[in-house]
């Protein structure tokens, strides 16, 4: 009798255990392995899914309140400021990081390395930490101000609150979301292509419109989605440049323990991120982009600016300036002045109370430290079964877990964190604001994060090495931990490095859900800069920036050094 027949008659021996199969997908895989990794899927897919199945109970209950919330004019209005301050950002992202990717990669321009470093950095500044800097440099009676009223009488500057404020900060700190998939395609892009369109009678300008633009479509696709996807999330800089998008209006709501509107208004907020993502799909499944044939790499000659290199100068620098530049000379500022001023404690002299200050921190950033540690481990670690399956056991259950996993980047911090309240405190009192439910909601967000790096990496592991160390015997669980591992140990590594990074950042999950007392260098700035006590955020913002690039530093000196 066949090992197929045994499975499908459902015959069990317990001599022939080890020998059993099911098909899962496209192969047929020990048994034990494949319950264990659909198992700990489905548990995984299962904690997503409870967030979009709380929202639509909590909707559904609420009943007539629900329908009042939807049909009321602030949901319309915050509806209105989410898509046109989302809408903006990505055009004008889109408009900053195109010519930038170019200019630094593909020309003649002074210095071009150092500023694709420069361009990329703006990545590591939070939202709500670039959004208070540029409200105690540029607001109507910020330092700017000061500084510039002895000089020219300016008694106030123009209003940067509201959507030019939002639009402005949230445009300088995402542009290398497109930036950097964007000068990515252009490093491995083959010049012959752009040679045989000028063999052809297009003009350079021509042939970069024609060949170019079309080829980088997919990555301006891309980071245009993620920059979207960021602006419907982002709590912060909105919040402190007082535009009413969803994420300020729900926490408000939640504030004011009006969970019932919250919640109909998570819905619609993630609806409108559900409808970015199917478009995005959609959009990417109509074209194709792969090269048909063969052909030799070789790095192309930089394009020669000519007169225009000192204007493409003077745009990649203003970028840098307003991005980097601008934003670190503020944290300097403030951080000067509380050394010198904000910081001075009664009783103690200036030296004592800034030690005292300092040594203060040590307890956010070790927590900082501790949870987004935590949360690395436990995404990377719950992502892997889902990234197995999809990998190695493709088919329609595999797929499927894999799209269900994905809800989670349709869904803001906020949303997560108020879903968890509501299963906290109904069903699962003992883990209310405790630590593991705080991991928890970190490996909702996270997830997709996790799942694409370690997939990219698997799928680089041929499956008969895996295929070779099973027939010499050995179990599935000693092949993967002494094959597979060290093979994608380095796609673990980025996915670990990634979520740690965002979780070190993540601001409105670690407001709602943290422990009681439990301080974070994210809660801390967030405390500070609602109070307009710029002084003392400055030394917690400046110490969570290092923290956050440290580990992005290593991995990438680490790449360097391996390439």
Same mark, same amino acid.
């Given at each position: 009798?066949?090992?197929?027949?045994?499975?499908?008659?459902?015959?069990?021996?317990?001599?022939?255990?080890?020998?059993?199969?099911?098909?899962?997908?496209?192969?047929?895989?020990?048994?034990?392995?494949?319950?264990?990794?659909?198992?700990?899927?489905?548990?995984?897919?299962?904690?997503?899914?409870?967030?979009?199945?709380?929202?639509?109970?909590?909707?559904?209950?609420?009943?007539?309140?629900?329908?009042?919330?939807?049909?009321?004019?602030?949901t319309w209005a915050a509806l209105?400021?989410?898509?046109?301050?989302?809408?903006?950002?990505?055009?004008?992202?889109?408009?900053?990081?195109?010519?930038?990717?170019?200019?630094?990669?593909?020309?003649?321009?002074?210095?071009?390395?150092?500023?694709?470093?420069?361009?990329?950095?703006?990545?590591?500044?939070?939202?709500?930490?670039?959004?208070?800097?540029?409200?105690?440099?540029?607001?109507?009676?910020?330092?700017?101000?000061?500084?510039?009223?002895?000089?020219?009488?300016?008694?106030?500057?123009?209003?940067?609150?509201?959507?030019?404020?939002?639009?402005?900060?949230?445009?300088?700190?995402?542009?290398?979301?497109?930036?950097?998939?964007?000068?990515?395609?252009?490093?491995?892009?083959?010049?012959?292509?752009?040679?045989?369109?000028?063999?052809?009678?297009?003009?350079?300008?021509?042939?970069?419109?024609?060949?170019?633009?079309?080829?980088?479509?997919?990555?301006?696709?891309?980071?245009?989605?993620?920059?979207?996807?960021?602006?419907?999330?982002?709590?912060?800089?909105?919040?402190?440049?007082?535009?009413?998008?969803?994420?300020?209006?729900?926490?408000?709501?939640?504030?004011?323990?009006?969970?019932?509107?919250?919640?109909?208004?998570?819905?619609?907020?993630? *609806? @409108?991120?559900?409808? /970015? =993502?199917?478009?995005?799909?959609?959009?990417?499944?109509?074209?194709?982009?792969? %090269? !048909? +044939?063969?052909?030799?790499?070789?790095?192309?000659?930089?394009?020669?600016?000519?007169?225009?290199?000192?204007?493409?100068?003077?745009?990649?620098?203003?970028?840098?300036?307003?991005?980097?530049?601008?934003?670190?000379?503020?944290?300097?500022?403030?951080?000067?002045?509380?050394?010198?001023?904000?910081?001075?404690?009664?009783?103690?002299?200036?030296?004592?109370?800034?030690?005292?200050?300092?040594?203060?921190?040590?307890?956010?950033?070790?927590?900082?430290?501790?949870?987004?540690?935590?949360?690395?481990?436990?995404?990377?670690?719950? *992502? @892997?079964?889902?990234? /197995? =399956?999809?990998?190695?056991?493709?088919?329609?259950?595999?797929?499927?877990?894999? %799209? !269900? +996993?994905?809800?989670?980047?349709?869904?803001?911090?906020?949303?997560?964190?108020?879903?968890?309240?509501?299963?906290?405190?109904?069903?699962?009192?003992?883990?209310?604001q405790t630590l593991p439910m705080?991991?928890?909601?970190?490996?909702?967000?996270?997830?997709?994060?996790?799942?694409?790096?370690?997939?990219?990496?698997?799928?680089?592991?041929?499956?008969?090495?895996?295929?070779?160390?099973?027939?010499?015997?050995?179990?599935?669980?000693?092949?993967?931990?002494?094959?597979?591992?060290?093979?994608?140990?380095?796609?673990?590594?980025? *996915?670990?490095?990634?979520?740690? =990074?965002?979780?070190?950042?993540?601001?409105?999950?670690?407001?709602?859900?943290?422990?009681?007392?439990?301080?974070?260098?994210?809660?801390?700035?967030?405390?500070?800069?609602?109070?307009?006590?710029?002084?003392?955020?400055?030394?917690?913002?400046?110490?969570?920036?290092?923290?956050?690039?440290?580990?992005?530093?290593?991995?990438?000196?680490?790449?360097?050094?391996?390439?």
């Amino acid at each position: 009798m066949s090992i197929s027949e045994l499975v499908s008659g459902g015959i069990w021996n317990a001599q022939r255990a080890q020998r059993r199969y099911i098909s899962i997908g496209q192969r047929r895989w020990p048994f034990p392995s494949s319950i264990f990794l659909l198992i700990a899927s489905l548990i995984v897919v299962s904690l997503v899914l409870l967030v979009p199945g709380y929202l639509l109970v909590r909707a559904i209950g609420a009943g007539s309140e629900t329908v009042q919330t939807l049909a009321s004019s602030r949901t319309w209005a915050a509806l209105g400021n989410t898509v046109l301050l989302t809408g903006a950002v990505v055009l004008s992202t889109a408009i900053i990081s195109l010519p930038m990717a170019w200019l630094i990669t593909s020309s003649d321009l002074p210095g071009r390395r150092v500023w694709g470093v420069l361009a990329a950095l703006p990545l590591v500044i939070p939202s709500y930490v670039a959004a208070y800097l540029y409200i105690s440099l540029l607001s109507p009676r910020g330092v700017i101000q000061g500084w510039l009223e002895p000089l020219l009488g300016i008694e106030r500057l123009p209003s940067i609150y509201g959507f030019p404020g939002a639009w402005f900060v949230l445009t300088l700190i995402s542009y290398p979301f497109v930036y950097l998939p964007v000068r990515a395609v252009l490093q491995r892009m083959d010049p012959s292509l752009l040679e045989a369109a000028r063999s052809l009678g297009y003009s350079p300008r021509q042939a970069f419109w024609r060949v170019t633009v079309p080829l980088l479509r997919p990555a301006l696709t891309a980071g245009s989605l993620l920059v979207a996807l960021y602006c419907l999330r982002d709590f912060g800089a909105v919040s402190l440049l007082r535009f009413g998008t969803f994420t300020r209006v729900i926490y408000n709501r939640y504030q004011v323990y009006r969970l019932n509107e919250a919640a109909a208004m998570a819905l619609v907020l993630v *609806a @409108l991120a559900g409808i /970015i =993502l199917y478009l995005d799909h959609r959009s990417q499944s109509k074209g194709r982009y792969a %090269r !048909l +044939s063969a052909g030799s790499a070789r790095a192309a000659s930089p394009v020669r600016l000519g007169v225009w290199k000192w204007p493409a100068l003077f745009f990649v620098g203003l970028v840098v300036f307003l991005a980097l530049v601008v934003p670190a000379g503020g944290l300097s500022y403030w951080f000067w002045r509380g050394l010198n001023q904000d910081w001075a404690v009664r009783d103690l002299g200036p030296t004592q109370s800034n030690v005292a200050s300092l040594a203060a921190l040590a307890r956010p950033a070790w927590n900082s430290f501790v949870v987004s540690l935590g949360a690395a481990v436990l995404t990377i670690s719950l *992502a @892997l079964p889902i990234t /197995i =399956l999809v990998v190695r056991k493709p088919g329609r259950v595999s797929h499927t877990l894999e %799209r !269900l +996993s994905y809800v989670s980047s349709a869904l803001p911090g906020i949303v997560i964190a108020l879903a968890y309240v509501f299963i906290g405190v109904n069903f699962a009192r003992p883990l209310y604001q405790t630590l593991p439910m705080l991991l928890i909601a970190y490996m909702v967000l996270f997830l997709p994060q996790a799942i694409g790096a370690e997939r990219s990496s698997l799928m680089q592991v041929p499956a008969k090495l895996e295929e070779a160390g099973r027939s010499l015997g050995k179990r599935s669980s000693h092949v993967f931990r002494r094959v597979t591992l060290p093979l994608v140990r380095p796609g673990l590594l980025a *996915a670990a490095v990634m979520v740690f =990074l965002t979780a070190m950042k993540e601001l409105p999950t670690t407001l709602i859900l943290s422990p009681i007392g439990f301080n974070t260098l994210a809660v801390q700035v967030w405390s500070n800069i609602t109070e307009a006590f710029f002084a003392r955020a400055a030394a917690p913002t400046l110490l969570l920036i290092l923290l956050s690039s440290v580990p992005l530093a290593l991995i990438t000196l680490r790449d360097g050094h391996n390439n």
